[in-house]
């Protein structure tokens, strides 16, 4: 009983030192004497080698001007050539699906799901380097989305962004990630920024307990 005392004190203890911390936490906010520009690269490929044992992709998905903020969600598909068949990375780890009615797998795994779409919205592959390796040549990836309605499921917002043709291939696994239609440039985007809020997060450090012997 006496420790169980002890733990609950410690627990209203942390969870005041938490409210407090979040509470001080500072957000400083910059006007730009005149609108700045940012620019990046549409795409960024990372490869330790020819081999790509090790790799990260990076890109930015561009939602079309009459779509910015609707209801919809974002997939990032990967597919074998001549393959049935799929996978969608949903922001954690790859699921594979070669029932094309399945359509739980749609709803559960979108990359960006039940989103107010932005116009740039960042997606990557994975949060680590995978080995893509045995996919040369082979295998595709492709990023897109899809609009639905608030009462609706990612299932719709699929086969939205199917029929509507936004499901764009990115990189063919081998290949460079310069368009083939225009083999002398690499998208780039840039962006007009007029203000900027920076948010530090301050981390307090509370009292150390020692706990009482029995």
Known sequence: MKFDHYKSTLFGIFLLGASQVHAQ???NN???SEPGKICFPQTSLYASSEELTSVMLDHHLVVNEEDHFKVGDVFVVFRLKGHDGLWLYNGSEWRENFDPTNYEFFIQN???KSNRL???IP???SNYPINVNEYIGIGELWVGYGLRSEEETA????NEMIESGRLNLIWEVGES???KEAPLTVP???ISITEMTEIIHLIGHGPIFTEEEN
Do not use: K
Not at 155 to 158: D, H, K, M, N
């Open 188 to 190: 780039t985007l840039c």
């Open 123 to 125: 997606t990557s592959v």
């Open 30 to 32: 910059i006007i730009f």
């Open 155 to 158: 299932q719709v917002s699929y």
């Open 25 to 27: 936490d500072i957000e």
């Open 110 to 112: 979108p990359y960006l």
């Open 177 to 179: 990630i310069v368009p």
């Open 118 to 120: 932005q116009p740039i």
